[in-house]
């Protein structure tokens, strides 16, 4: 019996191990809780399907893009590959691209996912809800 608790154990922690090297990069986690007014002239660009704003908070700032008419996506600016790079702030470059310019790494805006290495992890997503006016980005 004691046998089979070991077995047990140590498939426990292998499948553990597998687990962690398939998950997110670890971007430094910071509380977000932010209210954007999209009446703000520094945000009208969110009032607009396709419209994005560079938003201070996060662990490098944070970029907001407008989906549709009331849903919006939130990600944190820290590019996931090299995490420890100052350099490593994604921008956009395009109407659906963002890009770290320092390693070369492109997401995808509308779901934060990898379009081009080197980077292997999606941008860190924030949740966020929309009441017509305000905007929330938090996690």
């Known amino acids: 019996m004691k046998l089979l608790n070991r077995v047990f154990f140590l498939v426990f922690l292998a499948l553990n191990s597998c687990q962690t090297s398939d998950q997110q990069a670890v971007i430094p986690f910071v509380p977000v809780d932010i209210q954007v007014f999209t009446s703000d002239p520094l945000y009208i660009n969110l ?32 590019c996931t590959h090299d995490i420890s790079n100052p350099c490593g702030i994604v921008e956009f470059e395009d109407t659906f ?25 999606p941008l860190q997503q924030y949740n966020t809800s929309f009441n017509g006016e305000i905007l929330r980005i938090f996690n």
Do not use: E, M
């Open 97 to 121: 691209t963002l890009k770290d310019y320092c390693c070369g790494s492109q997401f995808l805006v509308t779901d934060g996912s990898v379009l081009s290495q080197p980077a292997n992890f």
């Open 47 to 78: 009032n607009f399907v396709g419209g994005f704003a560079y938003v201070p908070g996060g662990s490098r700032g944070i970029v907001v893009y407008k989906v549709d008419v009331n849903n919006f996506v939130a990600f944190d600016r820290h």
